[in-house]
């Protein structure tokens, strides 16, 4: 059962922009929680950004503050990403939880996405 889906990303060059878009469903629709991870090579996965249910309320990684925005709409979860960098190449994950846990810690989070691809060429 598929319960999150990413999309939008891709090669960008330093200082362009990409949008990617994360479709729920089923209970991963449902939780409170939704947030952007990212995992370079050899690197650990890390916080991005979260987003409450609401959409009002939104927490960001120091790397992503000014120059992502995340935001939610019914069944989706979009992270614009701005003014890029050669170090924001990483697979990045959608993710959802629920209130328990610590919204920037992975192993807080119930279901995540595949992934996808972004590429940032200097």
């Known amino acids: 059962q598929v319960q999150l889906v990413e999309s939008g990303g891709g090669l960008v060059q330093a200082g362009g922009s990409l949008s990617l878009s994360c479709a729920a469903s089923g209970r991963a629709f449902s939780s409170p929680v939704m947030g952007w991870f990212r995992q370079a090579p050899g690197k650990e996965r890390e916080f991005v950004a979260r987003i409450m249910k609401s959409g009002s309320t939104t927490y960001y990684a120091d790397s992503a503050k000014g120059r992502f925005t995340i935001s939610r709409d019914n069944a989706m979860v979009y992270l614009q990403m701005n003014s890029l960098k050669p170090e924001d190449t990483a697979v990045y994950y959608c993710?959802?939880?629920?209130?328990?846990?610590?919204?920037?810690?992975?192993?807080?989070?119930?279901?995540w996405g595949q992934g996808t691809q972004v590429t940032v060429s200097s």
């Open positions: 993710a959802a939880k629920s209130y328990v846990g610590d919204g920037s810690v992975p192993d807080s989070y119930n279901y």
